[in-house]
């Protein structure tokens, strides 16, 4: 069955830097555009970076754009997300996903304070 597993979260300082890994199995992933995901305490659903089945087209919200990169390994069946210059807004649960699939995580929470 299709899973996605992250991992890589945790507390860090603001200034900080995490990298969040997602293992894919499941389903052919090197075939398909990956999204990360995140939702903030009391808030809605955030798309925040997504990366094309080759990794040659990436997209970023505002909010990210500079200090968040989002790379994937088709040969280990893992996404990434280095996350820089960490911010107490970044706080959030991540999740990597195939929206359009209807596939998961179960997520990572990542927790920016001071």
């Known amino acids: 069955q299709v899973q996605l597993m992250e991992s890589g979260g945790g507390l860090v300082q603001p200034g900080g830097s995490l990298r969040l890994s997602c293992a894919a199995s499941?389903?052919?992933?090197?075939?398909?555009?990956m999204s990360w995901v995140r939702q903030a305490p009391g808030k809605g659903l955030e798309w925040i970076s997504r990366?094309?089945?080759?990794?040659?087209?990436?997209y970023y919200v505002d909010s990210v754009k500079g200090r968040f990169t989002i790379s994937r390994d088709n040969a280990k069946n893992t996404l990434y997300l280095q996350m820089n210059s960490l911010k107490p807004e970044d706080t959030a649960v991540y999740y990597c996903a195939k929206p359009t699939l209807g596939y998961w995580g179960q997520g990572t929470q990542v927790t920016v304070s001071s």
């Open positions: 499941g389903f052919t992933f090197s075939s398909y555009t």
């Open positions: 990366i094309n089945s080759g990794g040659g087209s990436t």
